[in-house]
């Protein structure tokens, strides 16, 4: 029974952090008994309201030339589990992605960038993929980059007999071959128009073959070396003299210091002590704000809080009742109140305006109407109104969401009768899963596919409103396989329709990540996973 | 016969319990009359005006949804008291009926009864508040619950003390021989000489209550959102003190000068008693 227990726990932590983004859908379906506990635990405690800044989506630019200088210190969380296959919350990805290189990775715009591979080809078919590797690249204990290398990291990832989260992610690939010293080729069973996205999956940082205790031996090919970790104390970095990238890092000295809690770290940034904080909450960002000599930095996340309704019965399978609810609810003043006017507006999509080439504003959301909703809720047969628990993990700036819903629907007659819970509670048992009416939030992904895969489509796992809708579902299969880019837009458009409306969920807003440094820092890109923040392009 | 006359005057000639009087006596008004004192509706959010300093028309300043903060310590008031007073209350009853009789009755019934009270108070009042909450969900009656079931043995304890050197006593043995009935023996003979030791601890236990339901509050696990709870104000201002202090101090405020003034009042109950 206590095995048990552990198991759900497990996998409840685990699916936090599929939320915030930081582990696979598969990868969580995958997820065995213990194993990933402990970096789970941290991962819990990092999801706490996202944020957003503007800046530019190019790559950075303003990479020195010259030699390594100066001491770079960054707040983080405390990271737990070290082993790149079983990282997943920030601070450990952020260590992690410092000391190893990803193949690819995906830029501030969710644009796929080079690392390791310098290019790549994709066969006609989309089964085959061709990724060229960097040359001169070495290991931080001298020994060269080979093909083998990586092909030997993506075998122990995708090894089902270890048990590794990222197994199920990888599962679809049919064979990985080195192609001579320098080229990998992956080959896969049906196309995965997203491959290169699952290739810079977090966990996916390239090993040395054969490497027995990837937790302790920090032997990557990374801008940064390990110089001394202190567990739950911090860890120092100091520059990679042979990185294969020239001009990277900026700076000699990298320390990563740990903070149990983020009002601590933004009290060390404006005590002197760390020039960077990578992740706080949104009162924190706003008096950093209005502190002179420090720049708060707001990047756009698709990151969301979801509002959800049953469909699939009382009061939920009324089409009216789905209707009323979005007349009654004002975004802009959600926004405002809840998130500070820090993130975007939401349209009841998690298409969010950051996937520009698929988010539209071509169905009109309608303008809020409580007294129509009021009548929408006569017609469906609640001419009193309607009484609603309303449950909303204890999270992020998750109660006050639903405190301002209550009020705003309470114009329209419904009362809402909200009901906090510690994640622990909302998430325990499925009970998410099962409560009429939620609150939930979702982290931000590069692609939006998986929001629909798993949260949406008849069936889907965590398809928490219970939605099934033929056309949905056949739009979203289209949007998955294809390998036409202007047919999966067309989708995208379609699906977003249907969701404005009769989705029954509402997301009001989308998070802005909230990040801070003091002024005399320069080429600093936050990332709406902060953990894939490159610190090897900034210069003190 | 007690003179109330003489009481009164012993009661307010010291401006220490008058000062604590008084203050409860203003916090009893704001909560019977709050609905036609508050400017606002304590849930009332208004968008153009978040995290408002105080001013004429907020005179705490409104939070940030943009909720008047003075509405929301006034109503908060009428909360606070109606959970605190009727927790209090229903604890010093079961106490005073457990303890008295119990305790006079003796024997295998009271050893029982006063190891499991022994028990519960083995238990820190919060530890055992925050297991039963876990028990029964957080809610305005489970609060209540907690109230009762954290305070009915210490009132109890109290009630047997008092008992126990009065049960041997020359009067009781007379009541006895009379063959009165148990009944007379108890609430006619035993309760009134307890009452003094009982009202006084009553007034303790009410401050203590006060806190406790504020701490409950705080820890985010009594009364939900978004309900005027002071407790849950300290909590949600907390974030953003920075921003807006005063979110937090308004609140805070409240419950130190409440709890003060019924701590003042309990010590003048006290004194006036013992003369």
């Known amino acids: ?540 | 016969m007690v003179n109330l006359r003489r009481i009164g005057r012993a009661f307010f000639a010291d401006p220490a319990t008058a000062t604590g009087t008084i203050i409860v006596m203003i916090f009893f008004g704001l909560a019977l009359f709050g609905p036609s004192i508050a400017p606002y509706s304590p849930t009332a959010q208004n968008v153009e005006l978040i995290r408002q300093p105080p001013s004429f028309g907020h005179p705490l300043g409104t939070d940030r949804l943009g909720r008047d903060l003075l509405s929301r310590i006034i109503y908060g008031a009428r909360d606070i008291l109606i959970l605190a007073g009727s927790g209090t209350a229903l604890a010093v009853i079961c106490g005073t009926l457990i303890g008295v009789s119990v305790s006079y009755l003796g024997g295998w019934l009271e050893e029982l009864v006063f190891r499991l009270f022994d028990g519960l108070l083995a238990l820190p009042a919060l530890l055992l508040a925050l297991l039963l909450l876990g028990v029964v969900g957080p809610s305005r009656t489970s609060v209540l619950l907690v109230i009762v079931v954290v305070y009915t043995p210490i009132v109890a304890r109290v009630a047997r003390s008092a008992v126990l050197s009065l049960k041997s006593r020359g009067f009781i043995e007379a009541a006895r021989m009379r063959g009165e009935r148990l009944s007379y023996i108890l609430w006619r003979e035993l309760l009134p000489l307890v009452m003094p030791t009982l009202a006084v601890e009553a007034a303790l236990r009410f401050s203590y209550a006060i806190f406790l339901v504020a701490s409950l509050g705080f820890l985010g696990v009594g009364v939900q959102p978004p309900s005027p709870d002071w407790g849950l104000m300290v909590l949600e201002a907390r974030n953003e003190y920075a921003l807006a202090p005063w979110s937090l101090y308004a609140p805070a405020a409240a419950i130190a000068l409440l709890v003060i003034g019924v701590n003042l009042m309990a010590e003048g109950v006290r004194q006036t008693l013992n003369e």
């Open chain 1, 1 to 540: 029974m206590s095995q048990e227990d552990d198991r759900l726990k497990t996998l409840q932590i685990a699916r936090s952090e599929v939320l915030t983004g930081q582990m696979s859908r598969r990868a969580f379906l995958r997820l065995g008994l213990a194993l990933g506990l402990s970096a789970g635990t941290t991962a819990l405690v990092a999801c706490g309201s996202g944020g957003q800044t503007t800046q530019p989506a190019a790559a950075p630019t303003g990479i020195s030339a010259g030699t390594p200088s100066g001491r770079l210190r960054v707040a983080s969380e405390i990271p737990v589990q070290l082993d790149p296959a079983f990282a997943s919350s920030d601070a450990e990805i952020l260590i992690l992605n410092h000391v190893y290189d990803y193949l690819v990775d995906v830029d501030a715009g969710n644009n796929i960038i080079p690392r390791l591979a310098r290019e790549w080809t994709v066969s006609d078919d989309g089964l085959t993929y061709r990724l060229t590797l960097a040359d001169g690249v070495t290991f931080h204990d001298g020994s060269p980059l080979t093909a083998s290398d990586v092909v030997w990291t993506f075998n122990r990832l995708r090894d089902a007999t270890l048990q590794l989260p990222t197994a199920d992610l990888y599962a679809n690939i049919v064979e990985i071959t080195a192609d001579g010293d320098t080229a990998v080729v992956f080959t896969l069973a049906e196309p995965n128009p997203f491959f290169l996205y699952d290739v810079s999956d977090n966990h996916a940082l390239i090993l040395r073959a054969g490497t027995t205790d990837p937790a302790t031996t920090f032997n990557g090919t990374g801008p940064f070396r390990v110089v001394e970790y202190r567990t739950e104390n911090r860890i120092d970095l100091a520059a990679n003299p042979t990185y294969f990238q020239t001009g990277k890092p900026a700076v000699a000295n990298l320390e990563i210091i740990f903070f149990a809690d983020q009002a601590a770290a933004v009290d060390a940034l404006r005590g002197g002590q760390v020039d960077l904080v990578l992740r706080m909450s949104t009162p924190l960002f706003q008096t950093l704000q209005q502190t002179p000599g420090f720049v708060a930095v707001q990047t756009p996340t698709n990151g969301f809080d979801l509002v959800r309704l049953r469909s699939d019965r009382e009061p939920g399978n009324k089409p009216e009742v789905i209707r009323a609810l979005k007349l009654a609810t004002d975004r802009e003043a959600i926004f405002r109140q809840v998130k500070a006017g820090l993130g975007a507006v939401g349209r009841d999509s998690p298409i969010g305006p950051l996937f520009s080439a698929y988010y539209s504003e071509e169905t009109p959301l309608p303008p809020r109407d409580p007294a129509a909703a009021r009548e929408l809720l006569s017609a469906a047969g609640y001419p009193d109104g309607l009484k609603l628990d309303l449950h909303v993990p204890n999270s992020g700036d998750r109660p006050d969401l639903a405190v301002v819903l209550k009020e705003q629907w309470a114009e329209a007659g419904i009362d809402v009768n909200v009901i906090v819970e510690p994640e622990s509670v909302y998430y325990g048992d499925n009970g998410w899963l099962e409560v009429n009416l939620g609150i939930t939030g979702w982290g931000s992904r590069p692609v939006p596919q998986f929001y629909l895969d798993v949260m949406l489509v008849s069936g889907a796992v965590w398809n928490e409103s219970h939605f099934s809708d033929a056309e949905f579902d056949a739009l979203a299969a289209t949007a998955r396989t294809t390998l036409d880019e202007a047919e999966r837009t067309r989708a995208y458009r379609e699906i977003q329709r249907i969701l404005i409306e009769r989705g029954p969920i509402i997301i009001p807003y989308f998070f802005a990540q909230l990040s801070a440094h003091r002024e005399g820092i320069s080429d600093y890109v936050a990332k709406a996973f902060p953990g894939r923040t490159d610190l090897s392009v900034i210069a003190v």
